[in-house]
């Protein structure tokens, strides 16, 4: 497993067990648990875990984008903006994201690039 790899399982792992740490300390109690209220607890578990590995998948293939995009309007090398935050929807929910950001002094037009 390379060095990147095993980084981003620690973190992962760390958010997965926080995830469960949370369901020890907010699921129904034994003896009286219903069936409704388990499978409430199991969904908000499996969504804050899902919702750190589409985070984290993300981040990851956003720093893989090369460093200098052109302009899709006119083909000029864009300016790096540093990076703003940004907020995405995704299948496991709402996540932000701090993602590079680049300006056209042609077409003063910003752009996230895809990734
Ligand atoms: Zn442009």
Avoid at 52 to 74: H, I, N
Avoid at 88 to 115: I, N
Wanted: charged letters at 25%.
């Amino acid at each position: 497993m390379s060095d990147r790899d095993a980084d981003l399982k620690a973190r992962l792992m760390a958010q997965a067990e926080a995830a469960i740490d949370q369901v020890l300390a907010c699921r129904p109690a034994a003896e009286s648990a219903e069936l409704a209220d388990i499978e409430q607890v199991a969904l908000v578990a499996g969504q804050q875990v899902a919702q750190a590995v589409t985070g984290a998948l993300v981040t990851e293939s956003a720093a893989a984008v090369p460093a200098w995009p052109v302009c899709p309007a006119c083909g000029q090398r864009m300016k790096a903006k540093g990076k703003r935050r940004r907020r995405v929807v995704t299948e496991s929910g709402e996540v932000e994201l701090r993602r590079a950001y680049y300006y056209c002094g042609s077409c003063h037009q910003g752009l996230f690039p895809p990734g």
